[in-house]
């Protein structure tokens, strides 16, 4: 299985947007696809696809619950299907993830077992066969490097890192490497980092000298998403990936907004060269 988690340090970056079009693309190049969504923010991947009424009902089940050994039910219950990807939405009680986690861990070791509150997640997927399941998982972490995020990582053990080639885009992708070994040492695994991607590229020539110095330090530039606001903009309207907002609710195709899908297509495409999945 093909695994990653879409990460920034940055919030609003565009990791929802880049995710939930990634695995998009992965379906159609005919995987099977699950997408977690750890962020319980409201403009989440569960609200971009639609799947996320159930986010404040206390009686529902959720993803944490089965995290800390209290499940309401089975894990295939936890997923919606959207556009043909498995969806695993936000649940609010993600919140307190940290603290329940914790709260798990304390107990444990009460009674003398141990419960790593930052391998959860790893353990109910492969619990739940999802390895054996899906071709390709990609998880929407919130942008604060808190236990959700370390969950993701040890689920994945893969990034795929959006940045805006401008302000604080500069510091985000210099303080990558530091980003990266942080993790490593905090988690003790490695991580890899499948691909780095400019977003909201507009063709300035600063940023044009950023993505030099970037290519210059050695850091592969697979592809660069440009600003395409009306059409993304859309797609939180229409509550759907890019794909689907230009299908469904463009009445005419417009060639800036293919190139643009083409792009995704290509960089899932190249995601799973680096990791030399068979499609
Ligand atoms: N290439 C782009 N061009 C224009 N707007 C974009 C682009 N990528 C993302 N956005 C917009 O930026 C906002 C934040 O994107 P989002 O995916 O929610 O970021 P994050 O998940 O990192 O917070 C959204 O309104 C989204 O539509
Ligand atoms: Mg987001």
């Known amino acids: 299985m093909l695994a990653y988690t879409v990460y920034s340090e940055a919030g609003g970056v565009g990791k929802t947007t880049l995710a939930a079009n990634l695995a998009r693309a992965e379906v159609r190049a005919g995987r099977k696809v699950l997408m977690i969504d750890l962020d319980t923010q409201e403009a989440s991947l ?8 159930d986010r404040d009902n206390d009686q529902a089940d959720s993803l944490l619950r ?4 209290r499940p309401r039910g089975d894990f295939s219950e936890l997923i919606k ?4 990807i498995d969806v695993i939405p936000a649940h609010n009680i993600l919140e307190y993830a940290s603290k329940h986690l914790r709260r798990r861990e304390e107990e444990a070791a009460d009674f003398g077992e141990t419960f790593n509150p930052n391998k959860q997640l790893l353990r ?3 619990e739940a066969g999802v390895h054996e399941t899906y071709d390709t998982l990609v998880i929407d972490p919130p942008a604060t490097a808190d236990i959700k995020l370390h969950n993701a990582i040890h689920a994945t053990r893969h990034v795929v890192i959006p ?18 070994t942080g ?11 499948l691909a780095v991607i400019p977003n909201r590229y507009k063709g300035m020539n600063d940023q044009d000298r950023f993505l030099d110095e970037l290519r210059d330090d050695g850091w592969e530039l697979p592809v660069t998403l440009r600003e395409r606001s009306s059409m993304l903009e859309g797609c939180w309207a229409e509550q759907c990936t890019a794909f689907t907002y230009v299908e ?19 960089l899932s495409e190249y995601i799973r060269r680096e990791k030399e999945v068979p499609a």
Do not use: A, C, W
Not at 46 to 53: F, G, K, Q, R
Not at 66 to 69: A, E
Not at 164 to 179: A, I, M, N, R, T
Not at 183 to 193: A, S, T
């Open 46 to 53: 569960s609200y971009l696809l639609d799947v996320d009424e």
């Open 66 to 69: 089965h995290m800390i050994d």
């Open 81 to 84: 299907t959207s556009e043909g």
């Open 124 to 126: 109910v997927l492969r």
């Open 163 to 180: 940045f805006e080639p401008s302000g604080k885009g500069y510091e985000s992708v210099q303080g990558l490497d530091q980003l990266v």
């Open 183 to 193: 993790l490593e040492d905090n988690l003790e695994i490695e991580v890899g980092v």
């Open 248 to 266: 469904t609710h463009r009445e005419r195709e417009r060639d800036h907004e293919l190139d643009t899908l083409e792009k995704f297509d290509n």
